[in-house]
């Protein structure tokens, strides 16, 4: 009996290291944690508009957002954004009324100030990027020969 119960202990232990994440993924990841926070877009053209992001640590190796664009009191666009790590690969998941199901990004460059996240498959955006400079941020959506960028401030809490 007590061989069976050890058996069963070793067999759950190695299935939950073989879920470990590499110290790369991990140290990659802790990378981002500048992004934690709300910010407030910058570069909005249309009177009466206003748009921030908001991150926030939902678990150890995962980080959910919001963005929302604002007419007056009106909310006229929600995105929900999660960063996760997926098979010891970082996603960036943007989940938009627009897509019947989330979009995923796989994570393919990342610094101390920023990230690049693509999925050639996706009609648009093919590449996400976001670069910080202190407390304003870059956020960039491009493919096809297109590109738009969201220029960001952090907001002191």
Not at 71 to 97: C, H, M, S, W
Not at 100 to 116: C, N, R, T
Not at 128 to 139: C, M, P, T, W
Request: aromatic letters at 12%; charged letters at 25%; one cysteine or more.
């Amino acid at each position: 009996m007590k061989s069976i119960f050890f058996f069963i202990l070793l067999a759950v232990a190695t299935c939950g290291f073989g879920q470990a994440l590499t110290p790369e993924t991990s140290t990659n990841f802790k990378k981002l944690e500048w992004l934690i926070g709300t910010w407030d877009r910058t570069n909005i053209s249309k009177p009466g508009r206003s748009s921030h992001e908001r991150w926030e640590r939902l678990a150890d190796h995962e980080l959910h957002g919001y963005g929302i664009t604002m007419q007056g009191r009106d909310t006229i666009f929600v995105e929900k954004i999660t960063i996760l790590v997926k098979d010891n690969t970082i996603y960036y998941v943007a989940d938009v009324p627009e897509n019947k199901q989330p979009v995923y990004f796989k994570l393919i460059e990342i610094s101390d100030a920023g990230f690049v996240c693509e999925n050639p498959e996706h009609d648009f955006p093919k590449k996400i990027s976001y670069q910080v400079d202190g407390v304003n941020l870059k956020a960039q959506i491009s493919g096809d020969g297109q590109s738009f960028d969201y220029l960001f401030s952090k907001r002191s809490n």
